[in-house]
């Protein structure tokens, strides 16, 4: 039987507790077996200025997934891929047994139409948008939106696997949770100094993530 994996993508710079929340929250309202959080080696829509190294930043959010069904990989270094479509095409072909859905929050839905190769993103499988406090509005003015509105779905079609099709987008709404990354950057720019970075593992390949890796 297949497994059922939400993927998050991101910087995780640092992960928090909003990143683990919302991931419950859609395993609970998709009936997903579990995630996997995929810490970005680089962003190219994001600066490199105040970016933490690959591995504080994976272990940021090991720390903060503990205890939970999520599992923590930087498999885009392996991989050696960039854009997420990218990504994504590879982690379907190495891993066939698994049925992934796409997970992002308001304000990536509100940008995903300057990803590279958006498109092919949201044919290789289903998205599930999470809201997230002053960005629903922009993300339903958005380009992506105008062209993903014709495929949405609800979160019970996703349940009982009618809707695993793509493309397909469900939006998934609950409490807002307004805490970032970059708040947390702000009230304390040295996050990163605290965190041991030894004997690193990667949730998925189970390959071991250097410490300093950048």
Known sequence: ????????????????GAHRRITLFALDALELDEAWWLVSPGNPLKPTQGMAPLSKRFA????????????????????GTRYTAETLKKLQRRYPNRRFIWLMGADNLA??????????????MPIAVVARPGYDEAAVASPAMAWLR????????????????????????????????????QA?????????TGGLRDGVTHRSIPSGAE
């Open 1 to 16: 039987m297949p497994r059922y994996v939400g993927l998050l993508g991101g910087s995780f710079n640092p992960a928090h």
């Open 60 to 79: 940021s959010a090991r720390r903060t997934a503990r205890r939970a069904p999520i599992r923590v990989s930087a498999v885009e270094r392996e991989l």
């Open 111 to 124: 940008q995903l139409h300057r990803w590279k190769d958006w498109r092919k993103l949201a044919r290789s």
């Open 150 to 185: 014709r495929f949405r779905t609800s979160a019970a079609s996703i349940r009982n696997r009618t809707g695993w099709s793509a493309p397909a987008l469900v939006l998934l709404r609950f409490d807002p949770d307004r805490r970032s990354a970059t708040a947390i950057r």
């Open 188 to 196: 304390d720019p040295h996050w990163a100094d605290s965190l041991e």
